[in-house]
């Protein structure tokens, strides 16, 4: 009985997370503004606690920014969320979803942004084409929720040609986790 209890509970948290981390509007193009506002947002709070990243996007290649919302609850992780990429050569917007699920220990609900900024053409032409299947291991302890607590504004080299930089929104974080993040084209807003 146990062990229904806690398969349905985290069926039922996976469930709310996934209707949570959706561009909101009922028309494409409404997706689209959504998803265009949640970039700029983004944007402009990087650059405010990073400086130094404002042309470090301008430049590149290209950038991506994805919004996403996780959960962990005791052994099993999952998450989902939405984003656009940019090519700043021909300035087209690639709409994007993704997705992830992790094994571990611990418990958190957590809201947070990525900036991707790809410095290699090639690295952000492949993921536009194909997304990634991404492999990670991941350790956090956070807390915040709207003004009070602490987050962070971390950022990770997956090589010299992509980095990323995580901002946390809101959430509790207390894990130990492996997993792996898909992402592919959307098609309903391309």
């Given at each position: 009985m146990k062990k229904f209890a806690y398969i349905a509970s985290l069926l039922l948290v996976a469930a709310v997370v996934y209707g949570c981390a959706k561009a909101k509007g009922y028309t494409p193009e409404q997706k689209r503004q959504?998803?265009?506002?949640?970039?700029?947002?983004?944007?402009?709070?990087?650059?405010?606690?990073?400086?130094?990243?404002?042309?470090?996007?301008?430049?590149?290649?290209?950038?991506?920014?994805?919004?996403?919302?996780?959960?962990?609850?005791?052994?099993?992780?999952?998450?989902?969320?939405?984003?656009?990429?940019?090519?700043?050569?021909?300035?087209?917007?690639?709409?994007?979803?993704?997705?992830?699920a992790g094994v571990g220990i611990g418990v958190a609900i957590k809201d947070f942004?990525?900036?991707?900024?790809?410095?290699?053409?090639?690295k952000l032409n492949n993921f536009i084409k194909s997304g990634w299947n991404v492999g990670k291991a991941q350790a956090s302890a956070e807390a915040k929720y709207e003004e009070e607590g602490a987050s962070s504004a971390g950022e990770a080299n997956l090589d010299a040609d992509v980095v990323v930089y995580q901002l946390t929104e809101k959430g509790i974080s207390l894990r130990v986790n492996i997993g792996a993040a898909k992402y592919w084209k959307n098609d309903e807003l391309n």
């Open positions: 959504y998803t265009q506002d949640m970039k700029r947002d983004t944007l402009q709070e990087l650059y405010s606690k990073k400086p130094e990243t404002r042309s470090l996007v301008k430049n590149a290649a290209g950038y991506a920014v994805f919004n996403n919302i996780n959960t962990q609850l005791l052994w099993f992780g999952t998450g989902n969320g939405f984003g656009v990429v940019v090519d700043n050569r021909t300035d087209k917007n690639t709409y994007m979803s993704m997705a992830e942004r990525q900036v991707i900024v790809f410095n290699s053409r090639s």
